[in-house]
């Protein structure tokens, strides 16, 4: 089920300015710089320790991350509570118990430690032709920042069944974590992250998600707390007539460190992708990373795909990086593109604002709800929206932009 298994020789972990990736990818020297053609491999000792140089770890602050790097001793990190939707809670699944590693295989080091350190992972079945009429809460909340944990969870909508499911994170722990998302044939599932830890806490995620045929999911990524936030999602529209709509908010303060990895591949014909994130940031040192991969492989004839990245920096000090990639190899497609801006207030819809009689406070807080809104009203679940509507205004109270 891996791409590759082998750890660099000798030879190569002399070779300091290489990417690891390469080594493990058995690519000679050559840096692996297209998301289809990273490594894969459920131990972790094959990916090696970060550097920083390689090309998916470049923009993390791979220090701060440096805990994540082995399996948790304890596994006590953090507490899991299903606040709606238990009935929908399998058995757990030890590693090799199908679903589990149906479809996802770790493509960095911390998936791979999270694999590993994950005795038994929890299991979301949605059972087929089942519409579930009300969100399923899993509330993950740290017991401490100096605690560890390591986590997979298998969200399995089965054939023409239908769900939301919600991943609420709070405290602070040290979290590596996996998500493997399955949506089988004519399902629609909708799967929500949402981070709003503790400022000291750690967590990076990689999420994996398989859309077989004529099925849909829309994947939302929400980060507003955390010291450091990781969460990378790759979705696969394996079979005809799949869609895939990915979405994601951030708002990075002073200090956070707030970054997705996203990966849509269009496999099957007559697929569609939609990709936008939107962020914003303020205060010295808030860092957004956005990195957006697109493959439109060569079979996914009459695609129509768009990713776009929006950020919005409210003060001095914040930094955003974006970069949309975009890989094509079939001409038989409906459309595809890709698009990123970053900018600061716009002052003509300031100046606009404050002609008609609003204060220059309420009109930035107006400019940036209007900004942000389109994600979150995405989300069709009203109690959430009102909840990241209100923590928007709670963040902009931070300070004086």
Do not use: C
Not at 146 to 174: C, M
Not at 343 to 350: A, P, S, Y
Not at 355 to 368: C, D, P
Request: no cysteine.
């Amino acid at each position: 089920m891996t791409a590759s298994t082998t750890a660099p020789s000798e030879a190569q972990q002399t070779n300091a300015h290489i990417d690891p990736a390469a080594q493990v990818a058995d690519a000679g020297f050559v840096p692996v710089q297209t998301r289809s053609e990273r490594p894969r491999s459920f131990e972790p000792a094959d990916f090696g320790a970060p550097t920083g140089r390689e090309v998916n770890w470049k923009h993390t602050p791979v220090a701060k991350l440096t805990s994540l790097f082995a399996p948790a001793e304890q596994n006590d990190g953090v507490t899991y509570e299903i606040t709606t939707g238990a009935q929908y809670i399998g058995e757990p699944l030890a590693a090799g118990v199908a679903p589990r590693g149906e479809f996802f295989v770790p493509e960095d080091i911390v998936a791979a430690v999270a694999w590993q350190g994950a005795a038994e992972g929890m299991h979301v079945r949605i059972p087929r032709n089942e519409e579930v009429a009300e969100p399923i809460f899993i509330t993950i909340t740290g017991q401490g920042a100096d605690k560890r944990a390591d986590a997979h969870i298998v969200i399995e909508a089965l054939e023409h069944s239908a769900a939301t499911v919600v991943l609420r994170h709070l405290g602070s722990a040290q979290y590596a974590q996996n998500v493997e998302i399955i949506a089988r044939a004519g399902s629609h599932l909708t799967v929500i992250s949402v981070q709003r830890w503790e400022d000291d806490a750690v967590h990076a995620a990689s999420h994996q998600a398989r859309v077989d045929n004529d099925a849909t999911l829309k994947h939302f990524v929400i980060s507003f707390g955390g010291g450091i936030v990781r969460v990378n999602p790759n979705v696969e529209l394996a079979g005809t007539g799949s869609e895939g709509k990915m979405y994601g908010l951030t708002y990075a303060d002073a200090g956070q460190h707030l970054e997705s990895q996203v990966y849509l591949h269009h496999k099957g014909a007559h697929t569609i992708g939609d990709v936008l994130y939107k962020g914003a940031l303020q205060g010295k040192g808030a860092h957004s990373v956005w990195i957006g991969d697109v493959l439109i492989g060569a079979d996914a004839t009459g695609t129509d795909s768009y990713e776009a990245n929006r950020n919005l920096v409210l003060t001095e000090g914040g930094r955003a990086d974006s970069i949309p990639n975009l890989e094509i190899q079939t001409g038989d497609i409906l459309g595809a593109g890709h698009a990123s801006a970053t900018g600061r207030f716009d002052d003509e819809q300031l100046f606009y604002l404050q002609s008609r009689g609003i204060s220059e406070e309420e009109a930035r807080r107006l400019v940036v709800l209007g900004f942000l809104v389109d994600v979150v009203l995405r989300l069709g679940l009203p109690t959430l929206e009102s909840e990241l509507l209100a923590a928007i205004d709670t963040e902009l109270a931070k300070a004086d932009v």
